[in-house]
């Protein structure tokens, strides 16, 4: 009989636990990474050419911001409705009609002949974004797994990642031809991604009679009565504040008044926190299945939030590119273990549209309010407070996580 090695039994429950065997991802999940990555690939070849298209119309630079704000806006005004709709239709209609609607907001943008044309068609798009955003979160809580909803929820956000990646390259080379081709590229990526999901999306519940069924709909006051929910919107609102908020509006503004640096420097900020993040969400999905999702939630919160106040400390470029870079890690680290922790708040036998869509809601009033008061801060105090105070606010998201049970030990449904 050989002797087993004292310890080797504890390292191998540890490494089980950081390299959990990972189980194969349903076919519907990957339906839903295609079309995931198929609209932020279109997103991408929009974003960068939106304001400059904006400016042929003979408007200066805030006009051709709030193109950019009205999107947000709408999306932030439309989002209860989504949530109605999704618990009337289903999730799969809402998301189809959605991903349909911002396709025909984008190419009419492409026919537009005046400023207040654009204004109108980017703002009708931005109803269409929110319902197929708050829908596909739906799907993929219904669909995923639940021992994987981490590793999902991980993999789903690489494929917008990627997508987002990608399409700016393909934008600049489409610009070529046009300002208006890549708004049309744009609408034919989501008609694809639309007609991948309408034709190869199996997973449906239905009753004897063969209609779809949909299940029971969570409350939202029952979501809120729940440490984990109130937590994960806490969080989202502090995410949306520094990741879409603060990194896109003042990281920018920085990189000019500190280093006299032009875009460039702006560019190689985001380009580094969207390299963190991918290699964080590498494995960060899998850790928020094994170890937890508090954990995960609690670390990726600070390490994003520390990095974000030393943001406004850095004083020469390598500094400033580390920082960014760190901040993206720890967004990486809490990303996915936030909506599988939501995702177990709501289970998969349940309809969660108007929890979701409040949950969607906070991220997107974070980012709204966080570059307002950021700017202010800026240019009352100075940076470092403007970037203090956004690390903060994720500080606060991690400090009440501190008291939240675990969700993970409740997600076997």
């Known amino acids: 009989m050989t002797a087993t090695p004292r310890g080797s039994g504890a390292t191998s429950r540890i ?40 400016t042929t119309f003979g408007v200066g630079n805030t006009e051709a911001a709030v193109i950019v704000a009205i999107f947000a806006f709408m999306r932030l005004a439309f989002a209860p409705a989504g949530g109605y709709l999704i618990g009337r239709f289903g999730e799969r209609p809402v998301y189809v009609a959605g991903l349909l609607i911002v396709a025909l907001s984008t190419a009419a943008c492409a026919f537009a002949q005046s400023y207040w044309q654009l204004l109108l068609f980017r703002g009708f798009g931005g109803a269409g974004s929110v319902m197929f955003t ?76 063969g209609a779809q069924k949909r299940g029971p709909v969570m409350r939202f006051g029952e979501a809120l009565a729940t440490g984990t929910y109130r937590s994960a919107l806490l969080s989202s609102f502090a995410n949306g504040w520094a990741t879409f908020g603060v990194r896109m509006a003042t990281v920018p503004l ?82 996915p273990a936030q909506q599988a922790a939501v995702a177990d708040v709501i289970g998969s036998e349940r309809s969660g549209g108007k929890v979701l869509a409040v949950y969607q809601m906070t991220s997107d009033v974070g980012a709204i309010v966080g570059p307002v008061v950021a700017g202010l801060l800026a240019d009352r105090l100075g940076f470092g407070w403007a970037f203090g105070a956004t690390g903060g606010i994720m500080v606060v998201a991690a400090a009440g996580w501190l008291a939240t049970r675990e969700p993970l030990r409740n997600a076997s449904s």
Request: glycine share 12%.
């Open 254 to 335: 920085f990189a000019a008044a500190a280093f006299g640096a032009g875009p460039q420097a702006a560019g190689l900020a985001l380009a580094v926190f969207a390299a963190g993040n991918a290699a964080a969400l590498s494995f960060s999905g899998r850790l928020a299945d094994s170890l937890g999702r508090k954990p995960m939630m609690i670390s990726g919160l600070l390490v994003a939030g520390l990095a974000t106040a030393a943001i406004g400390a850095t004083h020469d470029l390598p500094w400033f590119l580390a920082a960014s870079t760190l901040a993206g890690v720890g967004s990486g680290l809490f990303g």
């Open 134 to 209: 708050v829908a596909s979160m739906a799907l993929v809580i219904r669909l995923a797994p639940p021992r994987s909803r981490g590793r999902v929820s991980g993999a789903y956000a690489s494929a917008f990642l990627i997508g987002n990646v990608c399409g700016p390259i393909v934008g600049g080379l489409l610009a070529g031809l046009g300002l208006r081709v890549p708004f049309l590229a744009y609408a034919a990526a989501l008609i694809v991604a639309a007609l991948v999901v309408q034709t190869q999306l199996s997973h449906e519940r239905r009753g004897a009679d």
């Open 15 to 54: 490494l089980a636990r950081l390299r959990p065997q990972r189980e194969k991802l349903p076919r519907d999940i990957l339906v839903m990474l295609a079309a995931a990555f198929l609209i932020a690939l279109g997103f991408g070849l929009v974003a960068p050419v939106l304001p400059q298209f904006a």
